[in-house]
């Protein structure tokens, strides 16, 4: 049986997976209420980020308690600050997912994002949803491995970012100046999602290996 | 004399105060470079994050020996924790930095902003840069009243981000879909760089009184 202080430490890594899964859910569901013009999935999506949010601060509690009462050292000290950045990032994924459902919900019941761009769109959100479930998988697991491979998935998410400017900046382009800045936010929430979910896979292969990955920083 | 467990701790709240100075030098810079089409300059600013990036690195290592070799607990425990987050968010705000001028170089020789656009970019860029020249004094003097009053000026931020949009939306836009990108994209880049700010200046509040800010989330 593991002791109480070992509980707690697992605990904290469970916290990280279940934040992870609560950020996929609300990125997949901010998506569809985007591309549906669905204003009460967007507001679901809204409400339930504060879910998001109190994980968080139970998970730094949590580290805080811990940090208090049983002065961890070497290995252990070092998985709990990490949690606490990589908390932090999985709480800014939420907000990402929110700010999408925003956007859903100020142009309703218009459809916000062009038929041409709807392709482009489902591919981003798909693969950050993608994304986030291979960085829970990755923090359950500890696979080194794949955090690595993750790497590729955000290099196909800045094509796909790419891709979006690319459309817009063509002469067919014709949907408008407010199409386009909704446009280039989602753009941009979508690629920091990403970002952020690989990030948290980069401290899974720091607290394995005590290495750091290169382009750690962007 | 002090010992040297509070001259480690005085020391992560120096470097706090320097990396807001950094910070702040950096958007100031990258402004002059967007609004001068400074090729130059653009490259500076680029080059110079590297230094916040050391400097937090080099924070986190202290906070961590901290951490694990003095193992504080109470209030000292909380500043050191409080710190790497705070470090995070000021290392964050290098990088918007760092966006404004990428965006300069990638538009050389031709200029990014459209003339009617000007002032308000100034006046995003201005508002950012008093605001993180607040934050390190907050920091530095741990002063909850200049902490609340910060939210006024982030307040001032954002209906600076809002007339951007409006002008934008206005019939009389006339700068085309490239230059409504940019600008949408630095609009955001200022907006988020005043909320690192504000968060930073959040937490030295919740540093000294224990009690997290109304509105700590956005």
Redesign the interface.
Known sequence: MRDSYHETLDGITDDLVEMSRLAGAAMERATAALLGADLALAERVIAADEEV?LRQSALEAK??DL??LQ?P??TD??IV?TS??MS?DL?RMG?LAQHIAKIARMRYPEQTIPYDFRPVITDMSRLAVRIVEKTGEIIAQKDVKAAIELERDDDEMDLLHRKL?TM??APS?RAG??C??DI??CG?YYERYADHAVSVARRVVYLVTGEKVAGW??
Do not use: M, S
């Open positions: 949010d580290a805080f940090l208090a002065q050292v070497a000290l070092r600050v606490l950045r932090a709480e907000d400017f817009l900046l382009y100046i407010e386009a800045i280039t936010l941009r920083r962007r």
